[in-house]
């Protein structure tokens, strides 16, 4: 089963709108022609519309970097799937670690994001993986089954084909430790094996898992090498052009 790999850059609470829209249109016209690969951007909520605007007829899709599970309502500071669908974004990324530890999101508060973005034809790509102190107690796999299972509860046969994983461990994110290839390829396996128990197995070979943690020009084409990593989510190398389009280029 071919997977289109998916190429997500999350640009978190970084650049002005003026920012936001020069460099999508660098990865804009750097995307141009690509057909084999999936690029996707997440600015800040501010930024949204702009962006869409600026990336509109390039192969660029527009994320947002978290999705309400109301479509509207009385949620000082959330952001709704059909707002983010009205300013251009066709994704949501959801279970972010540093929602997850910074914020104190719960699976269950996760799970309610992804069913209501898949409600409204928002993909969602969960981001599931352990901190530090697990993968030394030995925890890794148990974290992630539950963060998998748990997210995805009640998500349909249907909708699953929608649905993008991103594993990223923590220790990873922003630190410039990335997993050994070997690492990150154990735990994809993992959990697309926890999809095939939750699923049927036709459907977890086709659903995409990224991996996210330090991925850089230097190490994208190791780690895109391996057979169950189908795309990379990508933080700081995510913020600069040339090191974007290296990392969309991966050979
Ligand atoms: C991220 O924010 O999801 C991420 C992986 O960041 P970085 O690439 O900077 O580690």
Redesign the pocket.
């Known amino acids: 089963m071919k997977r289109k790999p998916l190429i997500a850059g ?1 640009w ?1 609470m970084h650049l002005t709108i003026d920012e936001a829209v020069s460099l999508a249109q660098e990865i804009a016209k750097s995307s141009q022609g690509l057909e084999d690969k999936e690029v996707m951007i997440a600015p800040a909520a501010t930024a949204l519309a702009a962006v869409a605007d600026a990336v509109k007829g390039s192969p660029v899709i527009v994320a947002g970097q978290n999705a309400s599970w109301e479509q509207q309502g009385a949620y000082t500071g959330e952001i709704s799937p059909l707002m983010l669908k009205d300013a251009g974004a066709g994704m949501a990324i959801i279970g ?1 670690s ?1 929602r997850r530890h910074i914020f104190g999101e719960s699976n269950a508060m996760i799970n309610q994001r992804i069913l209501g973005a898949l409600s409204c034809d928002v993909i969602p790509v969960l ?1 599931v993986g352990e901190t530090l102190d697990e993968r030394e107690e030995g925890l890794t796999m148990n974290v992630l089954e539950l963060q998998v299972c748990e997210g995805l509860e009640g998500v349909s046969s249907l909708q699953i084909e929608q649905v993008v994983i991103a594993y ?1 461990p923590v220790w ?4 410039g430790k990335t997993a050994s290839k070997e690492q990150a390829q154990e735990a994809h396996r993992f959990i697309r094996g926890v999809l095939g128990d939750l699923y049927e197995k036709r459907l977890a070979e086709q659903i995409r898992i990224l991996y ?4 850089k020009p230097e190490n994208v084409d190791d780690l895109m090498a391996m057979p169950d990593i189908d795309g990379a ?6 913020l600069q052009s040339d090191s974007f389009d290296r990392i969309i280029h991966f050979t």
Not at 233 to 238: D, F, M, P
């Open positions: 999350n978190k972010h540093e981001c990223e990873a994110i922003g630190t996210g943690g330090s991925v989510l990508v933080g700081g190398a995510a």
